[in-house]
Nanobody, 116 residues
Framework: QVQLVESGGGLVQAGASLRLSCAASGFTFSSYFMRWYRQAPGKERELVAGIASTGVIRNYADSVKGRVTISRDNAKNTVYLQMNSLNPKDTAVYYC?????????WGQGTQVTVSS
Protein backbone atom coordinates (compact mmCIF):
# COMPACT_ATOMS: atom_id res chain seq x y z
CA GLN A 1 0.00 0.00 0.00
CA VAL A 2 1.39 3.35 -1.07
CA GLN A 3 1.72 5.91 1.69
CA LEU A 4 3.14 9.40 1.94
CA VAL A 5 3.00 10.77 5.47
CA GLU A 6 3.92 14.39 6.06
CA SER A 7 4.97 15.76 9.43
CA GLY A 8 6.66 18.78 10.96
CA GLY A 9 4.04 21.43 10.41
CA GLY A 10 2.79 23.73 13.12
CA LEU A 11 2.16 27.26 14.30
CA VAL A 12 5.20 29.52 14.33
CA GLN A 13 5.95 33.22 14.41
CA ALA A 14 7.25 35.15 11.45
CA GLY A 15 10.97 34.67 11.00
CA ALA A 16 10.99 31.16 12.40
CA SER A 17 12.08 27.96 10.69
CA LEU A 18 10.41 24.61 10.17
CA ARG A 19 11.51 21.35 8.66
CA LEU A 20 8.82 19.25 7.03
CA SER A 21 9.30 15.54 6.47
CA CYS A 22 7.51 13.14 4.17
CA ALA A 23 7.96 9.45 4.85
CA ALA A 24 7.21 7.20 1.89
CA SER A 25 6.34 3.51 1.72
CA GLY A 26 4.83 1.03 -0.69
CA PHE A 27 6.81 2.02 -3.79
CA THR A 28 10.41 2.36 -4.98
CA PHE A 29 11.09 5.77 -3.49
CA SER A 30 14.55 6.16 -5.04
CA SER A 31 13.05 6.09 -8.55
CA TYR A 32 10.57 8.89 -7.99
CA PHE A 33 10.77 12.61 -8.51
CA MET A 34 9.53 14.18 -5.27
CA ARG A 35 7.82 17.52 -4.88
CA TRP A 36 6.34 19.68 -2.18
CA TYR A 37 3.20 21.64 -2.96
CA ARG A 38 1.17 23.97 -0.81
CA GLN A 39 -2.37 25.26 -0.80
CA ALA A 40 -3.43 28.35 1.06
CA PRO A 41 -7.10 28.99 1.94
CA GLY A 42 -9.03 30.06 -1.14
CA LYS A 43 -6.07 29.57 -3.46
CA GLU A 44 -4.96 26.93 -5.91
CA ARG A 45 -2.34 24.37 -5.01
CA GLU A 46 1.10 25.57 -6.03
CA LEU A 47 4.47 23.92 -6.46
CA VAL A 48 7.00 24.84 -3.79
CA ALA A 49 10.02 22.68 -4.63
CA GLY A 50 11.05 19.53 -6.42
CA ILE A 51 13.96 17.11 -6.31
CA ALA A 52 15.01 14.45 -8.78
CA SER A 53 15.46 10.82 -7.82
CA THR A 54 19.20 11.14 -7.20
CA GLY A 55 18.89 14.51 -5.51
CA VAL A 56 21.16 16.25 -8.00
CA ILE A 57 18.45 18.32 -9.70
CA ARG A 58 16.36 20.60 -7.51
CA ASN A 59 13.99 23.41 -8.36
CA TYR A 60 12.13 26.02 -6.38
CA ALA A 61 9.26 28.42 -6.77
CA ASP A 62 10.36 32.03 -7.02
CA SER A 63 8.36 32.85 -3.90
CA VAL A 64 10.53 30.59 -1.72
CA LYS A 65 13.88 30.64 -3.50
CA GLY A 66 16.69 31.38 -1.05
CA ARG A 67 14.57 30.52 1.98
CA VAL A 68 13.72 26.89 1.32
CA THR A 69 15.81 23.78 0.75
CA ILE A 70 14.48 20.46 -0.45
CA SER A 71 16.46 17.30 0.22
CA ARG A 72 15.96 13.58 0.30
CA ASP A 73 17.37 10.50 1.97
CA ASN A 74 16.77 7.50 -0.26
CA ALA A 75 17.99 5.15 2.46
CA LYS A 76 15.21 6.40 4.73
CA ASN A 77 12.60 6.85 1.99
CA THR A 78 12.10 10.40 3.18
CA VAL A 79 12.02 13.81 1.58
CA TYR A 80 12.47 17.02 3.55
CA LEU A 81 11.61 20.67 3.19
CA GLN A 82 13.66 23.05 5.28
CA MET A 83 11.92 26.42 5.47
CA ASN A 84 13.60 29.49 6.92
CA SER A 85 12.52 33.10 7.44
CA LEU A 86 8.89 32.09 7.35
CA ASN A 87 6.29 34.80 6.80
CA PRO A 88 2.48 34.81 6.95
CA LYS A 89 2.28 34.28 3.18
CA ASP A 90 3.76 30.83 3.76
CA THR A 91 0.66 29.79 5.68
CA ALA A 92 -0.82 26.79 3.87
CA VAL A 93 -1.29 23.06 3.92
CA TYR A 94 1.88 21.49 2.57
CA TYR A 95 1.61 18.32 0.52
CA CYS A 96 4.19 15.78 -0.50
CA UNK A 97 3.98 14.35 -4.03
CA UNK A 98 5.73 11.41 -5.68
CA UNK A 99 5.70 11.01 -9.44
CA UNK A 100 7.23 8.47 -11.82
CA UNK A 101 5.91 7.57 -15.26
CA UNK A 102 2.15 7.16 -14.81
CA UNK A 103 2.25 6.92 -11.03
CA UNK A 104 1.29 10.01 -9.08
CA UNK A 105 0.94 9.80 -5.30
CA TRP A 106 -0.06 12.40 -2.71
CA GLY A 107 0.09 12.69 1.03
CA GLN A 108 -2.63 14.06 3.28
CA GLY A 109 -0.79 17.28 4.02
CA THR A 110 0.56 19.07 7.05
CA GLN A 111 -0.60 22.50 8.16
CA VAL A 112 1.88 25.35 8.45
CA THR A 113 0.62 28.54 10.05
CA VAL A 114 2.84 31.60 10.38
CA SER A 115 1.69 34.40 12.64
CA SER A 116 2.83 37.98 12.23
Amino acid sequence: QVQLVESGGGLVQAGASLRLSCAASGFTFSSYFMRWYRQAPGKERELVAGIASTGVIRNYADSVKGRVTISRDNAKNTVYLQMNSLNPKDTAVYYCNARFWKNDYWGQGTQVTVSS
